[in-house]
């Protein structure tokens, strides 16, 4: 089966605000914090993340699209070096307007397989686990909140 993680929030900003500041790939690094680097020429970047304990390089587009509604960034991961082994996962950022809040969901869909226990696993952990730190979507909120108050 294939893994997605899923996760929603509501931001008190218009849609094609948070579409813009989700479409600018310097936003990254402060809404993840497993980014150690990057560096973004247009709709490409480059950089190092942390990735199951280690720290290896990734490469990431957004792909052109004229939808205010949705940004996708593509990205390729080298987890081995040496046997030069990649891994393509995908994050949407899916924007809901409703009324004075806009409904943003955040998918990160990985490509490879995995069985339907380990599938399971996950989704259970992310059901009763007790996440520490503030997520992807939170800190987007915070960040959007901040840019609102700065103008």
Not at 10 to 30: G, V, Y
Request: aromatic share 8%.
């Amino acid at each position: 089966m294939q893994l997605e993680l899923t996760e929603k929030t509501r931001l008190e900003a218009p849609p094609d605000q948070i579409h813009d500041w989700l479409s600018d790939l310097e936003n990254w690094p402060k809404i993840n914090d497993k980014i150690r680097s990057i560096s973004v020429e247009g709709d490409k970047c480059i950089g190092e993340l942390l990735f199951k304990g280690q720290t290896i390089e990734f490469a990431g587009m957004v792909p052109p699209d004229n939808d205010p509604l949705k940004v996708t960034c593509n990205i390729v991961i080298q987890t081995s070096s040496e046997k030069n082994r990649t891994e393509h996962l995908t994050v949407v950022y899916e924007i809901i307007p409703q009324g004075r809040y806009s409904k943003v969901i955040e998918r990160v869909i990985f490509e490879r397989s995995i069985p339907f226990w380990g599938w399971l696993l996950v989704k259970f952990i992310m059901l009763v686990g007790k996440p520490t730190g503030t997520t992807n979507l939170e800190r987007i909120k915070e960040h959007i909140a901040a840019e609102n108050e700065g103008r």
